[in-house]
């Protein structure tokens, strides 16, 4: 079954505007750990935010905020003041298990972004 | 920090010939790797977890025999993909876990990855 859903496969938004990409998940484990990765053209996995079960509040990490709703099992990424340089695929993962259990990521789908002037 | 390199980044071979993947972590020592698959516009699928010094574990599906994975230093995993035929072209990118956790909230370093056609 799928872990991670991604259900927007591609999305365009405009310059300077903030763009939501959502991410829902699923795991029995009250342990695990969501992060986001930005994929360029180039093919090179970014590391862009993190989000911890167990963290009481939303990550943020310059322009990129993540919408943690843990009840709705749901981590989406939030943009802010999209720049034509966040044209990319987006990924949403998942590790199973507390912090530094070193576990496998799960990927989802991506959505690709495009920014448009 | 935490920097992961591959090599090579772009490689053609005839179908029937075998190719070596590089993987290595430059300024820390990873004692797991993984080797991950994508296929274009599609995600990355995790094919094996390398462990130093140990047999590498395989996702099911994924021939262990087809795809060699040797994790025989700190710093370095190579994956061989043996009599390679056209379907095996793909994109192949590692990553490497830095057990100090020094390096924040992230957990896994990627590398660059590395582009096969089987011709």
Same mark, same amino acid.
Not at chain 1, 32 to 41: A, C, H, I, N, V
Not at chain 2, 106 to 109: D, H, S, T
């Given at each position: 079954a799928q872990k991670i859903t991604q259900t927007q496969p591609g999305m365009f938004?405009? !310059?300077? !505007?903030?763009?939501t990409l959502d991410c829902t998940y699923?795991?029995?484990d009250p342990s695990?750990?969501?992060?986001?990765?930005?994929?360029?053209?180039s093919g090179e996995m970014i590391f862009l935010i993190y989000q911890g079960s167990y963290d009481q509040q939303n990550a943020t990490e310059g322009r990129y905020s993540l919408n943690f709703q843990k009840a709705r099992k749901s981590a989406n990424l939030?943009?802010?003041?999209?720049?034509?340089?966040?044209?990319?695929?987006y990924f949403c993962a998942?590790? !199973?298990?507390?912090?530094r259990s070193w576990g496998k990521l799960q990927f989802g789908a991506g959505t690709q972004v495009v920014v448009t002037p | 920090g935490a920097v992961v390199s591959q090599h090579p980044s772009r490689v053609i071979c005839k179908s029937g010939t075998s190719v070596k993947i590089e993987c290595r972590s430059l300024d820390f020592q990873a004692t797991t790797m993984f080797w991950y698959r994508q296929f274009p516009k599609q995600s990355l699928m995790l094919m094996a977890t390398s462990n130093e010094g140990s047999k590498a574990t395989y996702e099911q599906g994924v021939e262990k025999d087809k795809f060699l994975i040797n994790?025989?230093?700190?710093?370095?995993?190579?994956?061989?993909?043996?009599?390679?035929?056209? @379907?095996?072209?793909? &994109?192949?990118?590692c990553s490497a876990i830095d057990i100090t956790g020094g390096q924040g909230d992230? @957990?896994? &370093?990627f590398g660059p990855g590395t582009r096969l056609t089987v011709l």
């Open positions: 938004v405009q !310059e300077k !505007e903030a763009v699923d795991t029995s695990y750990g969501l992060f986001w990765y930005k994929q360029p053209s939030v943009i802010s003041a999209s720049q034509l340089g966040d044209s990319a695929m998942m590790r !199973e298990g507390p912090p | 994790h025989a230093s700190l710093t370095l995993s190579t994956l061989t993909v043996t009599s390679a035929h056209p @379907e095996d072209s793909s &994109f192949y990118i992230n @957990e896994q &370093f």
